[in-house]
């Protein structure tokens, strides 16, 4: 059977991730990308973004000429039987949705629509509030083509699930396919294109309407995201409960088959390109649907409290931030990725410059990102021990692998002040606790009388103890 020919507008994480794991499996993949110099390296097999695995699927794909990227949106839609769109739809200043690129990439591609002499199939990738492949995108399509959706082409919303850092992977290993379709004949076409792709390993698929699949994309996240902020609270109420830890409350969670383990990790919760900026979308429509979503303003704000914690935390080790040396070990918003957008390090940088703390950061591959956002109003480190050393505190705010492979030693012999808050709990307490002042997310204190070092006296009221999170 012949493969449909496929076209991508847009060549960021998803469209790039989406044209080489069309292009992996033999499928012919025009991205379109308006900037010239990514679409030059993209043709050049030089990866544009930090993935793993992404180099090497892309060399084979353009060595293979089975993708192709272009700055001529004509060019993309002739020569392809069906173009996803994905181009970002970023937060506007109030949260809502900024719809601006997909309206125009919708108007460009009907205007080409209206030259086609077949049927071409038009499938929404991007995230968008329900409502906008229905309400906004089929419109303009019909009116920039002067041609009929359903009948002279097809147009479908499939929202994509992919997580930064194992993009190839979720893009090749879906848990599930959701097909939007505006009529059957758009639905038929694009799950014959998943059933060509997938084969044997093709995952259940669920067909619905436009704006249910734009939803689920949503609801995902945002459930996702709270069980982030769920587990996040509980460890709040641990650190302020002697001798309980939530690690041990998310493993016992986790095996109930209801609950599941996944996204049970406490820590210094969410951020990336997609969680924060799909719950403030999420709630915006809401609210301009006439709904109050409590529970997704909870989570958000549960989320974005976890930064501040762990500054506090460091207060309360030292007392006043000013000029004392705070060390960040990591910087991007998890590990294997660079990517900085609404990373917790930014957030937590920017509260103890506010302190007047000197802050020195080292991560794996952040830094060049980190350098644009932070100037040099930081010190950035070449190694985990440069950074270290002679800092009055360290937080550990991305769990690399690379840093769960430090000792105490590692720590306690370099830095002025042997002093750590685990904010991704990767270090094990009861070691890290004898050999140093440690503190971590979750964490609740140690019975007092057999732990004293652990107990800090609040030098403005000698003699009470403040606790240490
Ligand atoms: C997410 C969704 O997982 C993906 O399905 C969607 O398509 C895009 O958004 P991504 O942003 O790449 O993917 O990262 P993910 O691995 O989901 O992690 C998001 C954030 O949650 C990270 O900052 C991570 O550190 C944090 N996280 C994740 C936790 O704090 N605890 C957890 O248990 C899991």
Redesign the pocket.
Known sequence: MKKCRLSIVGAGYVGLSTAIGYASKGFHVIALELDAQKAEMINKAIPILYEPWLQKSLQEAVKKNLLKCTLNLEETILNSDITFIAVGTPSKPDGSIDLEQIKKTACDIGAILKKKKTYHLVVVKSTVIPGTTENVVKPILEECSNKRCGTDFGLCMNP???????AIH?TLNPDRIVIGENDPKSGNTLEALFADFYGEKLPPIVRTNLATAELIKYA??AF??A??SF?NTIGSICEKTPSVDVKKIAEAMGLDKRIGP??????????????PK?IKALIAYSHSVGYSPKLLEIIEKVNNDQASKIVETCKGFLGNLNSKRIALLGLA??PE?DDMRE??SVLIINQLLAEDAKVVVYDPIAVPNAKTIFKKTIEYAESSAECLKGADCCILVTEWDEFKKLEPENFTAIMKQAILIDG?RIYDPEEFSSKMKFAAIGLGQKPLESHLDLVLIDPLHKNEIINII
């Open positions: 994509e699930f992919l997580r930064q850092g194992a979720d995902s996240n996702l995201a069980k982030i587990i996944a996204f049970l990790n406490a820590g210094l919760g969410y951020g990336g390109s997609c969680f799909d918003f998890k990725t990373a917790r991704r």
